[in-house]
C-alpha cells in the first residue's frame, strides 16, 4: 500500500480534468489562425481565461497563460525592475531568486510577515515606485498571510502588491479585487490539473509596468509569446473550475488527528506555526536533531510520500530558508518533514502513519547514538 502525503509538491490529477484533456488533444488548430480549426481552439483557451478568472475574482482579459507558476513570478518581478521592491523572507525561490537586491520583509517567529517592519519601510522609503511580494500561503508551513492588511498598506503608500498565491487556490478564497491585488500567480498542477501551465493575473494598473520576457507572435496581449499550449490551458480551466468545489477544508480533521498522535507518541517533535491560521491540508513536523532527508527515504521505503520541509530541488535536501526566517531552534531546522493532505484519512491510515514515524525516528535517533 502507498500513499501519497505530497499534495503541495503536485496535486494528483483530477480524473475529469484527464477525460476533458484526452478530449482535447485533437484540436488541431493554431488559437492564431482565423479558420474554424482556429477559432476552435481559441475559443477554449478563452473559456479556461474566464473559469480562471473567476476562480480569483478578476477580469478574463487580466489572464496571462504561462509555462507554471516560476514564470509567472518571474514575469511579475520583471515588473519591479526599477522599482524599489520588498519581498517576504518565507517567498519561494522563483521570487526570491529574481532580485538579489531586493528588501526582505521578515517574518515572526509565528510566520507571518511583519506588518510593521513593511509599514514603516514603506512610509519611510524617499522612492514613489514600490513593489511588494508576498505569498498568500506558505508551500513548506500552510501558514497563511493576512492579505487584507498587506493590500491596505500597500495602497496606502501606491506600491504594486504582488501575490504568489500557488498555495492558496482550493485551499482558502482569494479575490484579486477585494484585495486590490495587482499580481497574481496561480499553478495549475498545485489544484488538480496538469503541469507545465499557470498564469500571471495582471491588474489594469500595472499592465503598463509589464514587460514580456518571451516575445514572439504577439500571443497573450503581447506579454507572452509563442503558440499557447491549448490542452494544457484546457485542463487548467477545468482544475480550477473543480477547485472551486474542491473541499480541502475537509482534510482538518486527519490533519489534526496526525499532529495530536505524533506530538504524543514521539518526543521532541513539535508542529511549526501550530498557532498561525494555516490551511487545512498542511502540517509542517520537525524532529529534533534527525535529518529530514533520512525520514523522508525511510518513509517511502514504508510507502508513506511525503516532502522534507527543506527546499528540495534535483533531488538535493537543503537547510530551508522558510525555517531559518522563522528562527527556528537549530536541533529542529534540517528535521522537518511536510504532510500535505489530498483527501481525509481514516483512522487506520492515521495510526499506521504516526507507528511508522515513531518507529523510523526511533531507530534514526538510535543509530545517531551509537555512531557518536
Ligand atoms: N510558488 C510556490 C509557493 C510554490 O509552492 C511553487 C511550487 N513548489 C512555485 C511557486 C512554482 O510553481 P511551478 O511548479 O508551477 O513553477
New binding site residues.
Partial sequence: MSLYLDY???APIISDVIEIMNNSIDIIGNPSSIHSSGRKAKKAIEDSREIIAETIDTNPKNIIFT???????TLALNCSKEMTTFISSI??D??LKQKTNANIIPVTSEGIVNLEFLENNLKNISSENLFVSI?A???ETGIIQPLEEISRICKKYNAIFHV?A??AIGRISISMNNFNIDLL?V????IGGP????CLAVSDKVYTSLSPIIMGGGQERGFRGGTEAVSQIIGFGAAAKYSQRLKLCNTLNSRDLIEEAVVSMIPNSIIIGKNSPRVANTSLIAFKDISAESLVIALDIEGYEVSSGSACSSGKVSESHVLRAMSLDESLIKGAIRVSLTRSLNNNEILSFCTILKRIVNQISKKKKFIK
Fill in positions: 503541495n509538491a503536485s509555462s507554471g507558476a516560476t514564470e509567472a513570478n517567498e519561494h522563483s521570487v505569498m500561503v506558505n508551500n504568489d500557488v498555495q500567480t499553478s495549475s498542477h498545485k503541469k507545465g501551465i499557470g
